[in-house]
Nanobody, 126 residues
Framework: QVQVAESGGGWVQPGGSLRLSCAAS????????MGWFRQGPGKEREFVAS???????YYGDSVKGRFTVSRDDAKNMLYLQMNSLKSEDTAVYYC????????????????????WGQGTQVTVSS
């Protein structure tokens, strides 16, 4: 059974940084298409970033240049480094796994992903 679990959320001031971690079990991250999404208060779940099994990365327009998705194959972990955080980045952040082989444009869709973590809260405020 494939499972993922996020950690690393918390409170940070605007302009600060956080690194989120996603621990995977039942599947290796190196052979998986994985993504990060977020859901702010009263908002729909939004694409943040994804990393294909071949290493290609994709980012949402609102985080491009500030966030970086990476993985550690030895630890079977996926990470999201978030820099220059803004108040509008406040949300619950989710890690997800797509068990199939979606085309790149589908990696931005919530419906593409089959397995989701419980989420970790990120709050950006002064």
């Amino acid at each position: 059974q494939v499972q993922v679990a996020e950690s690393g959320g918390g409170w940070v001031q605007p302009g600060g940084s956080l690194r989120l971690s996603c621990a995977a079990s039942g599947r290796t991250v190196s052979t998986s298409n994985m993504g990060w999404f977020r859901q702010g208060p009263g908002k729909e779940r939004e694409f943040v970033a994804s990393r294909r099994s071949n290493g290609a990365t994709y980012y949402g327009d609102s985080v491009k240049g500030r966030f970086t998705v990476s993985r550690d194959d030895a630890k079977n972990m996926l990470y999201l480094q978030m820099n220059s955080l803004k108040s509008e980045d406040t949300a619950v952040y989710y890690c997800a796994v797509a068990l199939g082989s979606p085309i790149s444009s589908y990696l931005r869709k919530v419906s593409t992903y089959d397995v989701w973590g419980q989420g970790t809260q990120v709050t950006v405020s002064s």
